[in-house]
Protein backbone atom coordinates (compact mmCIF):
# COMPACT_ATOMS: atom_id res chain seq x y z
CA UNK A 1 0.00 0.00 0.00
CA UNK A 2 1.15 3.53 -0.51
CA UNK A 3 1.77 6.30 1.64
CA UNK A 4 0.35 9.81 1.20
CA UNK A 5 2.83 11.90 0.18
CA UNK A 6 4.01 14.25 2.94
CA UNK A 7 2.37 17.36 4.21
CA UNK A 8 -1.23 15.89 2.72
CA UNK A 9 -2.75 16.82 5.90
CA UNK A 10 -1.43 20.45 5.78
CA UNK A 11 -4.64 22.08 4.13
CA UNK A 12 -6.97 20.42 6.89
CA UNK A 13 -4.45 21.76 9.27
CA UNK A 14 -5.41 24.79 8.12
CA UNK A 15 -9.04 24.91 7.84
CA UNK A 16 -9.28 23.07 11.58
CA UNK A 17 -6.81 25.78 12.91
CA UNK A 18 -9.30 29.14 13.43
CA UNK A 19 -11.69 26.40 15.38
CA UNK A 20 -8.99 25.16 17.65
CA UNK A 21 -8.84 28.56 18.71
CA UNK A 22 -13.07 29.31 18.65
CA UNK A 23 -13.13 26.04 20.95
CA UNK A 24 -10.30 27.54 23.10
CA UNK A 25 -12.28 30.44 23.60
CA UNK A 26 -15.71 27.65 24.31
CA UNK A 27 -14.14 26.12 26.93
CA UNK A 28 -12.63 29.45 28.60
CA UNK A 29 -15.81 30.60 29.37
CA UNK A 30 -17.60 26.87 29.79
CA UNK A 31 -17.62 27.21 33.90
CA UNK A 32 -19.53 30.78 33.55
CA UNK A 33 -21.82 29.29 30.76
CA UNK A 34 -22.20 26.26 33.06
CA UNK A 35 -23.09 28.15 36.27
CA UNK A 36 -25.75 30.40 34.18
CA UNK A 37 -27.32 27.44 33.24
CA UNK A 38 -27.83 25.58 36.48
CA UNK A 39 -28.59 28.75 38.47
CA UNK A 40 -31.27 29.09 35.77
CA UNK A 41 -32.37 25.46 36.30
CA UNK A 42 -31.79 25.71 40.06
CA UNK A 43 -29.49 22.67 40.48
CA UNK A 44 -26.33 22.37 41.69
CA UNK A 45 -23.11 21.71 39.99
CA UNK A 46 -19.50 21.13 41.32
CA UNK A 47 -17.57 24.11 40.05
CA UNK A 48 -14.31 23.20 41.10
CA UNK A 49 -14.21 20.11 38.85
CA UNK A 50 -16.04 22.04 35.84
CA UNK A 51 -12.96 24.82 36.08
CA UNK A 52 -10.58 22.62 36.26
CA UNK A 53 -11.79 20.58 33.39
CA UNK A 54 -12.07 23.42 31.33
CA UNK A 55 -9.01 25.00 32.09
CA UNK A 56 -7.58 21.30 31.00
CA UNK A 57 -9.47 21.82 27.75
CA UNK A 58 -8.46 25.33 27.15
CA UNK A 59 -4.75 24.08 27.63
CA UNK A 60 -4.93 21.50 25.24
CA UNK A 61 -7.14 23.68 22.50
CA UNK A 62 -4.24 26.57 21.89
CA UNK A 63 -1.47 23.77 22.07
CA UNK A 64 -3.09 21.84 19.61
CA UNK A 65 -4.27 25.07 17.43
CA UNK A 66 0.00 26.08 17.79
CA UNK A 67 0.59 22.95 16.65
CA UNK A 68 -1.71 23.11 13.89
CA UNK A 69 -0.39 26.78 12.41
CA UNK A 70 3.16 24.89 12.57
CA UNK A 71 2.09 22.21 10.29
CA UNK A 72 -0.42 23.80 8.13
CA UNK A 73 2.20 26.94 7.75
CA UNK A 74 5.19 25.67 7.35
CA UNK A 75 6.88 23.39 4.56
CA UNK A 76 5.21 22.67 1.03
CA UNK A 77 1.34 21.19 0.41
CA UNK A 78 2.06 17.64 -2.18
CA UNK A 79 1.34 18.82 -5.89
CA UNK A 80 -1.96 17.44 -6.82
CA UNK A 81 -0.39 14.63 -9.15
CA UNK A 82 1.40 13.56 -6.03
CA UNK A 83 -1.72 12.41 -4.48
CA UNK A 84 -3.56 11.45 -7.63
CA UNK A 85 -0.86 8.96 -8.94
CA UNK A 86 -1.97 7.23 -5.54
CA UNK A 87 -5.28 6.07 -7.53
CA UNK A 88 -3.27 4.51 -10.11
CA UNK A 89 -3.48 0.19 -9.90
CA UNK A 90 -1.04 -1.30 -7.76
CA UNK A 91 0.80 -4.44 -8.97
CA UNK A 92 2.74 -6.80 -6.77
CA UNK A 93 6.48 -7.63 -7.13
CA UNK A 94 7.03 -11.05 -8.46
CA UNK A 95 10.09 -11.68 -6.29
CA UNK A 96 9.57 -10.07 -2.33
CA UNK A 97 5.45 -9.22 -3.50
CA UNK A 98 5.74 -5.16 -2.19
CA UNK A 99 2.44 -3.83 -3.58
CA UNK A 100 4.34 -1.06 -6.16
CA UNK A 101 2.36 1.15 -8.54
CA UNK A 102 1.96 0.10 -12.11
CA UNK A 103 4.16 2.71 -13.70
CA UNK A 104 7.68 1.65 -11.71
CA UNK A 105 10.36 -0.40 -13.18
CA UNK A 106 12.15 -1.52 -10.03
CA UNK A 107 10.90 -2.81 -7.28
CA UNK A 108 11.15 -0.54 -3.50
CA UNK A 109 11.27 -3.59 -1.82
CA UNK A 110 13.91 -6.20 -3.45
CA UNK A 111 15.27 -3.85 -6.11
CA UNK A 112 14.72 -5.96 -9.07
CA UNK A 113 14.03 -5.17 -12.13
CA UNK A 114 9.72 -5.56 -12.76
CA UNK A 115 9.50 -6.84 -15.70
CA UNK A 116 6.90 -5.65 -18.08
CA UNK B 1 -13.72 33.48 -1.98
CA UNK B 2 -9.81 33.73 -2.88
CA UNK B 3 -8.58 30.85 -0.25
CA UNK B 4 -10.96 28.34 -1.99
CA UNK B 5 -10.55 29.25 -5.68
CA UNK B 6 -12.89 26.29 -7.26
CA UNK B 7 -15.47 26.59 -4.27
CA UNK B 8 -19.18 27.65 -5.55
CA UNK B 9 -21.70 29.36 -3.31
CA UNK B 10 -23.99 26.56 -4.45
CA UNK B 11 -21.07 23.85 -3.22
CA UNK B 12 -21.67 25.67 0.11
CA UNK B 13 -25.03 25.76 0.44
CA UNK B 14 -25.54 22.25 -0.62
CA UNK B 15 -22.80 20.86 2.46
CA UNK B 16 -24.93 23.43 4.84
CA UNK B 17 -28.47 22.58 3.82
CA UNK B 18 -27.79 18.33 3.85
CA UNK B 19 -25.74 19.43 7.01
CA UNK B 20 -29.43 20.89 8.34
CA UNK B 21 -31.31 18.10 7.29
CA UNK B 22 -28.84 15.29 8.07
CA UNK B 23 -29.98 16.61 11.72
CA UNK B 24 -33.30 14.73 11.55
CA UNK B 25 -31.84 11.51 10.01
CA UNK B 26 -29.23 11.42 12.47
CA UNK B 27 -31.83 11.91 15.50
CA UNK B 28 -33.82 8.86 13.64
CA UNK B 29 -31.03 6.87 12.67
CA UNK B 30 -29.47 6.93 16.80
CA UNK B 31 -32.66 6.05 18.20
CA UNK B 32 -33.22 3.69 15.47
CA UNK B 33 -29.74 2.00 15.92
CA UNK B 34 -29.98 1.85 19.90
CA UNK B 35 -33.15 -0.38 20.53
CA UNK B 36 -32.16 -2.77 17.31
CA UNK B 37 -28.35 -2.79 18.14
CA UNK B 38 -28.36 -2.86 21.68
CA UNK B 39 -31.92 -3.88 23.02
CA UNK B 40 -30.94 -5.42 25.97
CA UNK B 41 -29.16 -2.58 27.16
CA UNK B 42 -31.75 0.22 26.23
CA UNK B 43 -33.74 0.95 29.26
CA UNK B 44 -37.89 1.74 28.64
CA UNK B 45 -36.84 5.08 29.59
CA UNK B 46 -34.26 6.80 28.34
CA UNK B 47 -33.81 8.41 31.79
CA UNK B 48 -33.25 5.43 33.65
CA UNK B 49 -30.16 3.93 32.81
CA UNK B 50 -26.56 6.34 33.20
CA UNK B 51 -24.63 3.62 31.16
CA UNK B 52 -27.39 3.44 28.30
CA UNK B 53 -27.32 7.01 28.03
CA UNK B 54 -23.38 7.23 28.25
CA UNK B 55 -23.36 4.46 25.28
CA UNK B 56 -26.06 6.86 23.36
CA UNK B 57 -23.10 9.53 23.65
CA UNK B 58 -20.11 7.94 23.63
CA UNK B 59 -21.09 5.15 20.24
CA UNK B 60 -24.21 5.60 18.81
CA UNK B 61 -24.28 9.45 18.04
CA UNK B 62 -20.74 9.61 16.52
CA UNK B 63 -21.25 6.94 14.53
CA UNK B 64 -24.59 7.82 13.14
CA UNK B 65 -24.29 11.28 13.00
CA UNK B 66 -20.37 11.51 10.94
CA UNK B 67 -21.72 9.19 8.87
CA UNK B 68 -24.51 11.50 8.04
CA UNK B 69 -23.53 15.08 8.26
CA UNK B 70 -21.61 14.91 4.91
CA UNK B 71 -24.56 13.97 2.98
CA UNK B 72 -24.20 17.39 1.04
CA UNK B 73 -20.71 16.32 0.39
CA UNK B 74 -21.95 12.51 -1.14
CA UNK B 75 -23.99 14.54 -3.42
CA UNK B 76 -21.57 17.17 -4.78
CA UNK B 77 -19.05 13.78 -5.06
CA UNK B 78 -21.68 11.64 -6.61
CA UNK B 79 -23.62 14.34 -8.87
CA UNK B 80 -21.78 17.21 -9.69
CA UNK B 81 -18.46 15.11 -10.00
CA UNK B 82 -16.87 18.99 -8.41
CA UNK B 83 -13.17 18.96 -8.97
CA UNK B 84 -12.40 20.75 -5.63
CA UNK B 85 -8.78 21.19 -3.39
CA UNK B 86 -8.49 19.19 -0.41
CA UNK B 87 -8.46 21.88 1.49
CA UNK B 88 -12.13 22.88 -0.47
CA UNK B 89 -13.54 19.27 0.71
CA UNK B 90 -12.89 20.64 4.41
CA UNK B 91 -14.05 23.56 4.08
CA UNK B 92 -17.19 21.85 2.68
CA UNK B 93 -17.13 19.64 5.46
CA UNK B 94 -17.01 22.55 7.95
CA UNK B 95 -20.19 24.28 6.40
CA UNK B 96 -21.96 20.45 6.69
CA UNK B 97 -21.00 20.62 10.54
CA UNK B 98 -22.01 24.13 10.96
CA UNK B 99 -25.79 22.96 9.45
CA UNK B 100 -25.33 20.21 11.50
CA UNK B 101 -24.75 21.93 14.78
CA UNK B 102 -27.51 25.25 14.24
CA UNK B 103 -29.93 22.36 13.75
CA UNK B 104 -28.90 20.34 16.77
CA UNK B 105 -28.58 23.06 19.27
CA UNK B 106 -32.15 24.74 18.42
CA UNK B 107 -33.25 21.50 18.91
CA UNK B 108 -31.55 21.37 22.62
CA UNK B 109 -32.53 24.87 23.37
CA UNK B 110 -36.26 24.27 22.71
CA UNK B 111 -35.66 21.20 24.41
CA UNK B 112 -34.87 23.14 27.89
CA UNK B 113 -37.16 25.63 27.01
CA UNK B 114 -39.81 24.51 30.08
CA UNK B 115 -36.61 25.54 32.48
CA UNK B 116 -37.47 29.34 30.68
CA UNK B 117 -36.15 31.36 27.80
CA UNK B 118 -32.74 32.60 29.53
CA UNK B 119 -31.69 28.73 30.27
CA UNK B 120 -32.47 27.86 26.31
CA UNK B 121 -30.19 31.37 25.64
CA UNK B 122 -27.39 30.41 27.71
CA UNK B 123 -27.69 26.67 26.26
CA UNK B 124 -27.92 27.52 22.73
CA UNK B 125 -24.39 30.01 23.44
CA UNK B 126 -22.62 27.46 25.06
CA UNK B 127 -23.23 24.87 22.31
CA UNK B 128 -22.07 27.34 19.56
CA UNK B 129 -18.98 28.32 21.63
CA UNK B 130 -17.67 24.33 21.05
CA UNK B 131 -17.21 23.95 17.40
CA UNK B 132 -17.10 20.30 17.57
CA UNK B 133 -19.08 19.23 14.40
CA UNK B 134 -17.42 21.72 12.31
CA UNK B 135 -14.14 20.21 13.17
CA UNK B 136 -15.44 16.71 13.36
CA UNK B 137 -16.91 16.84 9.50
CA UNK B 138 -13.68 18.65 8.06
CA UNK B 139 -12.06 15.80 8.87
CA UNK B 140 -14.96 13.64 6.98
CA UNK B 141 -14.92 16.55 4.37
CA UNK B 142 -11.05 15.68 3.67
CA UNK B 143 -11.59 11.82 3.70
CA UNK B 144 -13.92 12.69 0.22
CA UNK B 145 -11.46 14.82 -0.84
CA UNK B 146 -9.00 11.79 -0.56
CA UNK B 147 -11.78 9.54 -1.58
CA UNK B 148 -12.23 11.51 -5.03
CA UNK B 149 -8.49 12.23 -5.52
CA UNK B 150 -7.12 8.66 -5.42
CA UNK B 151 -10.71 6.77 -6.32
CA UNK B 152 -9.61 4.32 -2.98
CA UNK B 153 -12.42 4.59 -0.36
CA UNK B 154 -10.14 3.49 2.64
CA UNK B 155 -8.88 7.06 3.18
CA UNK B 156 -12.21 8.55 3.54
CA UNK B 157 -13.08 5.47 6.03
CA UNK B 158 -9.65 6.04 7.85
CA UNK B 159 -10.71 10.04 8.05
CA UNK B 160 -14.33 9.35 9.62
CA UNK B 161 -12.93 6.85 11.67
CA UNK B 162 -10.66 9.76 13.14
CA UNK B 163 -13.34 11.91 13.63
CA UNK B 164 -15.76 8.94 14.61
CA UNK B 165 -13.20 8.80 17.82
CA UNK B 166 -12.72 12.49 18.46
CA UNK B 167 -16.90 12.77 18.44
CA UNK B 168 -16.46 10.39 21.15
CA UNK B 169 -14.03 11.52 23.34
CA UNK B 170 -15.71 14.99 23.41
CA UNK B 171 -18.75 13.30 24.38
CA UNK B 172 -17.15 11.05 27.08
CA UNK B 173 -15.48 14.13 28.64
CA UNK B 174 -19.06 16.00 28.30
CA UNK B 175 -20.97 13.56 29.70
CA UNK B 176 -18.32 12.79 32.77
CA UNK B 177 -18.21 16.40 33.65
CA UNK B 178 -21.70 17.17 33.34
Not at chain 1, 17 to 28: C, K, N, Q, R
Not at chain 2, 19 to 25: E, I, K, N, P, V
Not at chain 2, 87 to 111: I, Q, S
Request: hydrophobic share 55%; net charge negative; with cysteine.
Amino acid sequence: MMALPKGTFKGLARVILPFSFWMAAGWYAYPYMIEKISDSMNEVIDMAEVELFSTIMVVFCIIAGIGLAIYGFTGQDPKDADIKILGKPELLCPYCGKALTIDVTKCAGCGKSIPK
Amino acid sequence: MVAFPSLKPRHVLIAFGFGALSTLLASWGEIGLAFNAFPLLMPNSMDESTWAMILLAVVIAPFVEELAKPLGLYFIHSEEKADLELKEWAFLGAMAGLGFAVVENLMYAFGVIDFGTETSIWLLGLRFLLPLHMIASAISGYGIGLWVKTGKAKYFVACIAVSMLLHGAFNLAATLVG
